[in-house]
């Protein structure tokens, strides 16, 4: 069983591990960023919340597990396709019998990230979506988020035979990263917009 553990080989399985760590935190990070312009969008339209935040969030979890599945498909058929024309090269040289080629599949990567955009990017929406109050509903979105990061970070690590404290701050410190540098975007485009 130890030996069969040792002998495993985890490139396969670190191709499709990488599109759910991938589509995961783009779930997160988006999903997160939507509910709270979901509120900025209620308070000017007048319209519910809570009704906002749902609709928003919905629409955006589904359109980007979509986005994240045509993405992945382009970037692994561009993989697939370097790999193939890597191995014909090798072969003509005659050195094709040496070599092993991991040529992951597109469709199960695409299906992966796309999962995981939908599963992992509802967390924060099924959390803070019924909270009225502002202030609380982005403080457990960002807890339900952080806490989401970090039990990607375990998963991933897990599945994938890697050290799980260094994958969890990975996935935590990167996730809260390009939550800031987003919401940092949209803030500096709302002034500049504002003072068109």
């Given amino acids: 069983m130890g030996s069969q553990g040792q002998d495993f080989d985890y490139s396969q ?38 009704k906002a935040m749902l609709i928003t969030g919905s629409v955006g979890l589904i359109a980007g597990a979509m986005r994240m599945a045509i993405i992945e498909l382009v970037s692994v058929y561009t993989q697939v396709d370097t790999i193939a024309f890597q191995a014909e090269r090798h072969m003509k040289v005659g050195r094709g019998g040496q070599q092993t080629w991991v040529i992951p599949s597109a469709t199960e990567v695409a299906m992966a990230s796309s999962l995981a955009y939908l599963l992992w ?76």
């Fill in 13 to 50: 399985r670190a191709q499709w591990l990488r599109a759910v760590v991938l589509g995961g935190m783009e779930g997160l990070v988006l999903t997160t960023l939507l509910m709270m312009g979901a509120e900025k969008v209620a308070q000017r339209t007048g319209a519910d919340k809570n």
């Fill in 121 to 196: 990017g509802a967390a924060p929406l099924v959390a803070g979506v019924f909270v009225n109050d502002v202030h609380v509903r982005f403080s457990i979105a960002m807890i339900a988020t952080s806490l989401s990061m970090v039990v990607l970070g375990m998963i991933g690590a897990a599945l994938g035979k890697a050290p799980i404290p260094r994958s969890c701050a990975r996935v935590l410190v990167g996730g809260l990263i390009a939550v800031s540098v987003m919401w940092g975007k949209i803030k500096i485009l709302g002034f500049i917009l504002l003072k068109i």
